[in-house]
């Protein structure tokens, strides 16, 4: 796994084919799965819970310089909320907007956890056991564009619902998605993005299921 990094880590920005214009896609992501596609400024990205009570893990990259990331810091620094929703601008580490939340059906999502690797089966779950997990699923798509496994950030993780107690703790409740309700984000600049369907069970409330996502140009409407 550590030649597949470093390898990933010297293509990183090299990736420079032309963007491809599309009006709408439809596609969808099966339990435990990830993808990773391009979105140009103004395109939206529509993520639905088709089920309901399934988290998907959403991280980005500039097109132009992958080492410009979407920051869960500057995001939440900037909003004064944990909590982001409609209205809502997510920032890049370098503090340019990437996204804009225009439609939130749900209006709980997490930004403070990191997408579940094989370490988070082996120190939460106690398993040592192969398990899916978002990380590998990101940065095995997102290496396509050359972004290394350590370039991948706290990840937005789309409709997983996060509380925190009065002591500080942090309480992973059920999703609070029922199926058919989604989020659209409109990109504020060309951007690579990684996309899971969730392989953690106390994400899901225990079980997995698919995701769909949808892409469209800003003159579609959703």
Not at 43 to 63: H, M, N, P, W, Y
Not at 95 to 112: A, K, N, Q, Y
Not at 191 to 201: F, K, Y
Request: proline share 5%; aromatic share 10%; glycine share 6%.
């Amino acid at each position: 796994m550590t030649t597949e990094w470093a390898q990933g880590f010297a293509r990183c920005g090299s990736y420079r084919q032309p963007l491809q214009k599309q009006q709408m896609t439809k596609s969808r992501l099966e339990p435990q799965t990830g993808t990773a596609f391009e979105l140009r400024a103004g395109q939206s990205l529509r993520v639905i819970d088709l089920e309901g009570e399934q988290v998907a893990d959403l991280t980005a990259f500039a097109r132009s310089d992958c080492s410009e990331w979407l920051s869960s810091g500057r995001s939440i620094d900037y909003a004064n909320t944990i909590y982001l929703t409609r209205g809502h601008i997510l920032y890049s580490n370098r503090s340019r907007p990437m996204f804009t939340i225009m439609e939130d059906e749900v209006g709980r999502h997490d930004f403070l956890l990191t997408p579940c690797s094989r370490e988070t089966f082996e120190i939460i779950y106690k398993s040592t056991q192969p398990h899916p997990n978002c990380f590998e699923n990101l940065w095995r798509n997102l290496a396509e564009f050359g972004i290394a496994p350590d370039a991948i950030p706290t990840t937005f993780n789309i409709f997983m619902n996060v509380e925190i107690g009065s002591n500080g703790s942090l309480n992973i409740l059920p999703p609070r998605s029922k199926a058919g309700e989604s989020v659209t984000l409109r990109a504020e600049q060309d951007l690579i993005v990684g996309l899971t369907a969730c392989s953690a069970e106390l994400s899901n409330n225990g079980s997995f299921k698919p995701i769909g996502y949808e892409i469209a140009d800003a003159a579609v409407e959703l």
